[in-house]
Every structure is written in C-alpha cells, then in structure tokens.
C-alpha cells in the first residue's frame, strides 16, 4: 500500500458510441500505475439484467471469459488479466441483474421491513458496496478502476452514475478521478475534426452530477491543439487532460501512448500517488516485438463464429503473446466450420502451418470441425483443439482409427452407439441454465512423457472450464490402444483433460481452455509450443520444396543432356 494508506477509484464511462475501447483503456490505465509500484484491481459494471453473459449467445456479447473461481463475466475482464496479469474474480464483474437480485433476496428475507425499497438509496448502496469490496479484498488496493459498460445517456447505465455521483461525494476529489472516453470523429468533407458529439456526452454526464477530469479521445488522426483547448473549454476540463486515444496498430501500445500524452502523472498528481518513474520497459520490448516479428506463419483457425471475433477474443490475444515469444507474427487465417462441412477439409488447410479448432456449442459446423481434426491428423500438421475442439479430435479418433462408426457426442446425437463424448455425471440432473457448467479452475495431472509436460514444464497445472460433456472413460482403454495419449486427467475425478497423438509431430487436444491464462508479457505454454510447432512444420515444408526444387532442375538438366 501507497504512504496514505487509502484506496483511489478511478472511474471509466464512455461516450457518443459503443466499442470504443473502454476495457482496453482501463486496462492500460491499471499498467501506467502497475508501472509505478502501485497494486491495481479493476472493476467491470453491466448495465444489462442478465444475472451474467454466460447465457447470451455470442452474437450478442462475444466471449464469455471464465475466472479462476468459475465466474461467467464479461470479456474486458481477459483484457484486465492480459495487461496486468493479475487473476480476477467473480467480485470484479457486477451487472444489473446481480444486483436487483440481490437487493430482491434482501426484500424477501425481510432486511428492509417496513421501508419501500427504491433505486436510491438500495440500489445505489449496493453498487456502492460492491465497487468496496473489490477494493478492500484481502488487503486493499492502492487503486480501484471501475469501468461503466454502456454509453452515457443509456436508461441503463443511470443507477450505475448516479451511485458514482455519490461515492465520489462521499470519498472527497482527492480520492476519486473520473475519466471519460469518447470519439472525436474527423469529417471529411470539411477535413476538420468534430468535438460536437464529446461537448453532449459532457453534458449528459454534468446533468447528472459527474464532471469527468479527463477526457480520452479515441480519433483517428492527431488532435491539433486547438481542438484539445476547444474540448476542454466547452467540457469544462484542463487542456492537458484532454488525452488523445488514436486509433494504433496494437493494443499494447495503448499504454505508451497513454503515458506518452501525461496520463500517468495526472493520475498520480491528482490523487495524491507517490511521484516515482513508471517502468514500462517490458511493455516497450513487448510492443517492439508485436511490431518487427522476425518472420511471419499462417495458422487456422476453425471455428463457427468467424465472422464475429470477439466471440474468439482470448484466442486471438493468445496468439498474438504466442506469436512475440517465438519471434514471430501469427497470421489468422479463419476458416468457417460450416464451409468444410460442405466443401471438405483440402482446399481451406493447404497453405497454413498449424490449425486451431475452436469451442463451441450446438450441432452447426461440428461435422466439418471433426473433419479438421482428421485431416490435421493424417497429414501431420500441427492441431491444437479447445473443449469442442478436443471432443471432435476424439470424435474422429474414434471414427476412423477404432473403427467405430458413427461415433459421436451425446450432445449431438443423443442416440450415438458410441457416445465416445458424453455428459459428465454431475450435469444430468441440471436443468438450470445460467453458472451451470463445468466452470472454473480445476487441477490437471500431466504425463511426463507428452507435449503438454514439456510445455509447461511441470506436474501438476490448474486450468479453467466450462463445458458439460466430457471424454467417455469407458472408451479410454480402446482409444489408448490404438494410439491416442492421455496427457492430463483430472487427479480427484479421473476426468480427461488433454489427449495427444503419438507419431505426430505436435497434436494436443485440451477440455479446458488455455486461451484465458495467457498474458502478454507471459505467454501461455500451450499456444507458445502451438506455434513453436508450427514454425518448425513451415521449416520443414520449406525444406522438401527446396529440394523439390532442386531435383525437378536437376531432372531437368539430365533430360536436356540427354537429348543433347
Ligand atoms: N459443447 C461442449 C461441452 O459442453 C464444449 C464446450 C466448449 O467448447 N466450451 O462440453
């Protein structure tokens, strides 16, 4: 803890439009105090009535992001953990719906008996509470960042700034700094930049009783000084801290910009934070590598929402850390399930390196990601499958190895002769949908003799999960025959966590999800060693063409001699 001994909160809302980057920016606000020494928790508010987003379907929300202890929460709580690779918690993501639940289970149990239970004071106290809790945790923080998901103006999002107008009140402006991110969009046709839409959502924001005391612009090209003097005037904010938010080719670069334009110190000048110089130096080296891999490599990714990706989120950020670990830029090639489905595995995987198959639920593109599995596995390119991507990789193992026909998932085919993939026992009595599955972290016992052993580099690995069907242990001693590795198991239930091929060069197959544990200075093992395989498959194809090349020439040059 900082000399004072008391907590900050910084509070983060946005503006104008959604999608701003609001998780991202709160997140590169935790690294420029992490960078100062600081011990930083950041909080996610959702102004929706879903209790969680684990039952919203991804077109909706995009990922579901599990943590350690099993909570469904909101996919910026992965990009709190990636920048500041701290592991959150069930406490860090608060929605409407938890809330109004909780205030409603108090009513019932008689908490408020004889008081009419109204928005303020229960709702806004028990925002109140929870924005405390975080932050007194096991030891309090120095800083608490609490983000407003939702734009200013949203009927949803009032509760939410209304309890902040109130808490920033209680703690005093010396404990309590309000950022506000919005979009200063460029206008072509008058080739000027526009502060109209930031002056209103100011003004929402002053109408309700909060005066941001930054404001961060996300813009496509440099704001011009006058534009900067022009907000701050009209918003009633310091020029200075009216930051530049442009729009950059990596995300990890968001921090040294942020620091770049002063951030840093007017958070700590205001707050009354101990004046030290950050260390950012990791974070310099991590953008370095982002942007000058020493080679680039193709890799698949198979999944059913390809249009959409944030459903893939956590994978595609686990990459890219993978990708800086190996020196490398991974190129995503996405490749719809559904499309293999119909046309066949051949003409989608030819020019990549190594294929992902993604989780999923439900029966569409399952058929065409079994088919990926099975062509990774013949033609020896490296597969790396998550949850659904491991069942199928089972799926086809037992098709076309042990030669049980229609093998499948009981999830796909209740009436499977071989549910090789089947319900895990403690899931048949469910019939609750919401914070039902397998969710969270559970340990997993390596073999010392597979990929993932040499992965990690160690015995025993925690990993997170959620799913409900699992490998089918009655199949085990058949699959096992006939090839297919069991690298890691559950210790207290004998459950299948990863499977791996023999006489393959890299094929690993996980039930959980390894894509939520990477971080960008730590990269996780698995898609590290993903992508180690992969670069050493390109080598070796680049290899035999080369000496393709050179028998076709030299075939050449006996014929033409011959002839001669
Ligand atoms: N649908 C599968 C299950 O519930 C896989 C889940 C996943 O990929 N996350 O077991």
Redesign the pocket.
């Known amino acids: 803890m900082h000399k004072s001994g008391k907590t900050k909160y910084i509070f983060v809302t946005g503006g104008v439009v959604s999608s701003l980057g609001k998780g991202v920016a709160a997140a590169s606000i935790g690294v420029l105090l992490q960078a100062r020494g600081l011990r930083v928790t950041i909080l996610k508010f959702d102004p929706y009535i879903n209790v969680d987003p684990g039952t919203m379907s991804p077109f909706q929300h995009g990922e579901v992001y599990v943590t350690d202890d099993g909570a469904e929460t909101d996919l910026d709580l992965g990009h709190y953990e990636r920048f500041l690779d701290v592991n959150m918690s069930r406490k860090n993501n608060a929605t409407t719906g938890q809330i109004y639940y909780e205030v409603i289970t108090r009513e019932r149990r008689g908490d408020y008996l004889g008081k009419t239970v109204q928005v303020i004071p229960h709702i806004t106290n028990e925002i109140k509470r929870r924005i405390y809790a975080v932050a007194r945790d096991d030891q309090p923080y120095d800083v608490a960042i609490v983000e407003v998901g939702g734009t200013v103006g949203d009927i949803e999002s009032l509760p939410f700034l209304e309890a902040i107008r109130q808490f920033c009140l209680e703690e005093g402006p010396q404990n309590t700094f309000n950022i506000h991110l919005t979009l200063v969009p460029y206008i072509k046709a008058s080739g000027e930049m526009k502060t109209k839409p930031t002056q209103h959502s100011v003004m929402r924001l002053r109408e309700i009783g909060l005066q941001p005391n930054a404001l961060l612009c996300r813009c496509e090209r440099p704001m011009e000084k006058e534009v900067r003097e022009k907000i701050g005037l009209f918003c009633n904010v310091p020029p200075d801290h009216v930051i530049e938010a442009r729009d950059l080719p990596t995300i990890y670069q968001i921090p040294l910009v942020f620091e770049e334009e002063g951030l840093g110190d007017i958070l700590v000048e205001n707050l009354g934070l101990p004046k030290v110089k950050p260390d950012l130096a990791e974070w310099k080296k991590l953008v370095k590598r982002i942007q000058s891999p020493s080679r680039e490599v193709p890799i698949a990714i198979c999944g059913k929402y390809v249009n959409l990706k944030d459903s893939y989120k956590s994978i595609i950020e686990a990459f890219t850390h993978a990708g800086v670990a190996n020196n490398a830029h991974v190129r995503l090639k996405w490749v719809d399930a559904e499309d293999v489905e119909r046309d066949g595995p051949e003409r989608y995987f030819e020019d990549v390196a190594g294929i992902l198959v993604c ?3 439900g029966s569409r593109g399952v058929e065409g990601k079994i088919q990926v599995a099975g062509y990774a596995r013949e033609n020896q390119i490296p597969y790396f499958g ?4 491991m ?1 199928c990789a089972v799926i086809d193992f037992a098709r076309n190895v042990c030669g049980l026909e229609d093998a499948n998932s009981s ?1 796909f085919d209740e009436d499977t002769p071989h549910p090789v993939i089947d319900l895990m026992e403690t899931q048949i009595d469910v019939s609750q949908m919401g914070g039902t ?1 397998r969710l969270g972290a559970y340990a997993c016992d390596l073999n010392r003799n597979s990929h993932a052993y040499r992965a990690y580099g160690q015995e025993t690995v925690y990993e997170r999960h ?5 490998v089918n242990n009655e199949y085990l001693s058949l699959l096992k025959k006939k090839g297919l590795v069991i690298a890691g198991v559950n210790p207290d239930t004998g459950l299948v966590e990863i499977v791996e091929l023999k006489d393959h060069p890299w094929f690993v197959g996980v039930q959980f ?1 390894p894509e939520l544990k990477s971080r960008a200075l730590r990269a996780h093992p698995l898609f590290r060693e993903f992508v180690r395989a992969a670069i050493e498959w390109q080598n070796r194809r680049e290899k035999a063409d080369r000496r393709d090349g050179e028998k076709s020439g030299a075939e050449a040059k006996t014929f033409a001699n011959k002839r001669r």
């Open positions: 989780p999923g639920f998550i949850c659904l991507g069942q999830e599955m959620r799913h409900r069907y699992e999800h």
